[in-house]
């Protein structure tokens, strides 16, 4: 009988999960040993009563999101099977990293299945998303040709990177003659549908479509709505290229960009895909032809793929934390809906809002003010593994346009697979949480959040 209690604690409201049980002769007793030791915790719950409060209520959101993790952790597995993983692919390689024993290729292979793409590059040499990113953009654009962002402003560390913001002579897309347009959200924080119908051109050569909110108050994309997209603009002009801002985005959902027609997809090791293990890198994945233009511009034309060492033991972690990942995302996930669910009850502002579709790793809350925005942050700091003695200062951040403060007691430096959160200071004083290595950790931070804002 104490069994049957134990197993159903594993979800949040035990008392519900064990009204289920199948057999009758054994529904009393269960709910009876379930409500005392409900009791029991709650008494002596490591949470505040307000998260207390939010995690009985979201019995069948988590329930869903274990179900999202087997699902890609199926697809991750088969992806291992196919490629035949093995020990031998761990090895680290020096110099010019031609003698890998195979492991750059298996994890190439095995990424490109996994998000459904033709082709897939993984390096520790990406050193950030913005990095990837910008590797795939400039693989496709060439002097003459125009870049379209189809979801309003990208995030502020691509500005540079666009020549939106002066990169004095550096090398932008802006440098290169690259024109560069964007279409506005609508109203609703959505894509704006409507002007979207006819904003692709003819020298339209790619269109960047950004997946995650960034630092805008906006709704980040399901897949299904990227694919809705793409569709309109190769409707306009079949030969513009899509290249989506993956990031905060992986195993989200079942499904990712390259499935519903997006030609390129970028991201870093350090969020998603890394499983909180991958200390650095990151990936371009996509059309053939584009990963291999990618791969150049990430080294040079002729080395392309083929080159790159990969010293120490960082194969290894990049394998173990790719087949993590479903598991490090499905806590963040449950992590957001907690944040949200809390927050919200306290009269902040929250997006994606308490129980709705999750799309990214991304959870804003809107603080109202610099100093709750200070706040808010030093209690994350506070209650971090790493670094839990340190107040984070807000300042100049290479990339961003504004004063940005960082809570990031992480023991892979700027991992926002793990606990973390950051943000502008700037209206409307939003704070950006993401992460967590399992949801109880955000349980136990908001504690010092609440009384500390």
Aim: charged residues 20%; contains cysteine.
């Amino acid at each position: 009988m104490w069994v049957l209690s134990c197993a159903s604690s594993a979800y949040p409201t035990a008392s519900r999960r064990a009204s289920a049980a199948p057999m009758a002769n054994f529904r009393s007793s269960s709910r009876v040993s379930v409500r005392t030791s409900h009791h029991h915790l709650h008494d002596e719950s490591p949470f505040v009563p307000e998260v207390v409060d939010a995690v009985n209520g979201l019995y069948s959101e988590f329930r869903e999101v274990d179900y999202l993790v087997a699902r890609n952790t199926s697809r991750v597995l088969k992806a291992f099977q196919n490629v035949r993983v093995g020990s031998h692919h761990f090895g680290g390689c020096t110099g010019y990293g031609h003698d890998e024993a195979g492991g750059r290729e298996a994890l190439d292979k095995a990424f490109a299945e996994i998000v459904g793409a033709e082709s897939a590059i993984v390096r520790s040499q990406f050193f950030s998303g913005t990095h990837a990113i910008t590797c795939a953009l400039f693989a496709i654009l060439r002097p003459g040709d125009e870049l379209l962002a189809v979801a309003g402003a990208p995030y502020d560390t691509l500005e540079e990177v666009l020549g939106k913001r002066d990169s004095h002579g550096l090398g932008s897309l802006k440098d290169f003659g690259v024109t560069y347009r964007e279409v506005p959200l609508a109203d609703d924080g959505g894509l704006d549908w409507e002007a979207l119908m006819d904003a692709v051109k003819p020298k339209t050569k790619c269109a960047l479509i950004q997946r995650s909110c960034g630092y805008s108050w906006r709704k980040s994309l399901s897949v299904s709505e990227i694919g809705r997209a793409i569709k309109i603009i190769k409707l306009q002009n079949p030969d513009c290229s899509i290249v989506v801002d993956n990031c905060y985005g992986e195993f989200v959902e079942s499904i990712e960009p390259p499935m519903v027609g997006a030609d390129l997809i970028a991201g870093s090791l350090i969020k998603n895909p890394g499983g909180t293990v991958a200390p650095c890198g990151g990936y371009v994945a996509g059309r053939k032809k584009w990963v291999r233009a990618a791969a150049a511009r990430l080294s040079a034309p002729g080395l392309g793929l083929d080159c790159g060492s990969t010293p120490g033991d960082i194969m290894r972690a990049f394998f173990q934390g790719l087949f993590l990942s479903p598991q490090m995302v499905g806590e963040a996930i449950k992590g957001s809906f907690l944040i949200a669910e809390v927050l919200a009850s306290k009269g902040y502002k929250v997006q994606p809002l308490p129980r709705a579709p999750r799309h990214d790793t991304v959870q804003a809350v809107q603080l109202g003010s610099r100093k709750c925005l200070l706040a808010f942050c030093e209690a994350v700091q506070r209650s971090s593994p790493v670094g839990s003695f340190t107040k984070p200062i807000a300042g100049t951040t290479p990339g961003y346009a504004s004063e940005v403060i960082f809570a990031d007691g992480t023991f892979i430096d700027g991992s926002t697979s793990e606990l973390s959160c950051d943000g502008p200071l700037r209206e409307p004083f939003a704070v950006f949480c993401q992460g967590g290595t399992h949801w109880t950790q955000w349980g136990l931070v908001l504690g010092e959040v609440l009384k500390s804002i």
